[in-house]
């Protein structure tokens, strides 16, 4: 009987330890994808760029159009069109958010943690802003609930982890930390 080729066996090898490490590097990558920091760190990021937010907010509030900005300043408008806007790509880096979500009841969200796709659950933290007078006539897509602290075992669970739901824990006036945790 004739051996196999040794270039046939190191590449059987290689193989077999690529089909091993694509489930490891996907299982590292989701877990640190899904990690979230501590609150005081979102509290800290808030504190030092305050004036960026406030700032983004009045340029939002000023545009009726924007419903989702993404992290290259790219603006959604409607689901159909899109345009960019440098002012929003600037504040948008300072801030260090991963997008910009305006709801429909004058609500802003700031998303600068976490993850989630269309067939895994979402998890993201971040700083949400409430107008004092904002749409009661208007969906915010999720009304959300006050907290003490945005820690999983402080927070409601579900299956073993934290429920879905939109949580805050206020920074200021109108201002809020929020978890906002979807669960397939």
């Given amino acids: 009987m004739k051996r196999p080729p040794k270039i046939l066996l190191y590449s059987c090898l290689v193989f077999v330890g690529l089909c091993l490490l694509a489930p490891v590097s996907f ?12 609150e005081q760190r979102v509290r800290k990021q808030f504190e030092n760029n305050r004036a960026d937010y406030i700032q983004f907010v009045a340029l939002l509030q000023r545009d009726q159009s924007a419903h989702f900005i993404d992290s ?5 408008i409607g689901g159909v069109h899109s345009r960019l806007v440098s ?7 300072k801030i260090g958010a991963k997008d910009v ?4 009841d004058g609500s802003i969200e700031f ?24 749409r009661t006539d208007a969906r915010s897509g999720w009304e959300h609930t006050a907290v003490t602290s945005l820690d999983n ?10 429920a879905t739901g939109l949580d805050v824990v206020p920074i200021e006036p109108g201002w809020f930390i929020y978890r906002l945790e979807y669960q397939e």
């Fill in 153 to 162: 075992a402080k927070l409601p669970q579900e299956n073993g982890a934290v």
């Fill in 111 to 134: 998303s600068l943690y976490g993850f989630g796709c269309a067939i895994c659950s979402d998890s993201y933290m971040g700083v949400r802003y409430v107008p004092k007078v904002h």
């Fill in 27 to 38: 299982r590292l990558w989701l877990k640190y994808e899904y990690h979230l920091p501590p």
């Fill in 72 to 76: 290259d300043g790219g603006v959604d």
């Fill in 101 to 104: 979500t305006i709801r429909e």
């Fill in 87 to 93: 002012e929003y790509r600037d504040l948008i880096r």
